[in-house]
């Protein structure tokens, strides 16, 4: 059984400022840790609440470093499925910023996708970008959090 209450984890290296910014006030509002990791400086509000750990610059290196501290009652945050799987694998909850929540199924699904559309771009198709963060996508991650919060603050390992 986990002995803590769980916290978010946050890839924040492409993570939108409007989710950092839900983030943060659910932080303070729930008093719920919150450790954004990117390999680039950036600054968090003063909380103690809020962490932010860089991480050397390198493939991958963030996502090492949040599976290393990754506990099964917590959650990250994050827009890179290899890492949302492996999240998954390990019984944490992963979610995007569009607030996707990740499973086993979906993952390997998107891992094919995002392979194929790799492959396209290598071949010289211009495949675009995602789309723009819609004001849909930050209600819907600002609900999945909460819904996590909420069972987060059920727990028994909360100390509440």
Request: glycine share 4%; net charge neutral; aromatic share 6%.
């Amino acid at each position: 059984m986990d002995q803590r209450a769980g916290q978010v984890w946050v890839d924040a290296d492409a993570c939108p400022v409007p989710i950092k910014e839900i983030l943060y006030r659910a932080a303070t509002r729930s008093k719920c840790a919150v450790t954004l990791l990117a390999n680039h400086a950036m600054a968090v509000p003063p909380s103690p609440y809020l962490s932010f750990v860089q991480v050397p610059a390198g493939f991958d290196v963030a996502d090492s470093e949040i599976l290393k501290r990754l506990d099964s009652c917590d959650l990250v945050v994050t827009q890179d499925i290899p890492l949302a799987a492996e999240v998954v694998e390990r019984g944490a909850l992963a979610i995007s910023p569009r607030g996707e929540r990740y499973t086993a199924e979906n993952a390997k699904a998107r891992l094919a996708v995002r392979d194929f559309m790799s492959e396209l771009r290598d071949s010289g198709i211009n495949t675009g970008g995602p789309r723009p963060l819609a004001n849909a996508d930050k209600q819907r991650f600002a609900n999945a959090l909460d819904s996590w919060l909420a069972k987060r603050s059920r727990s028994p390992h909360t100390g509440a």
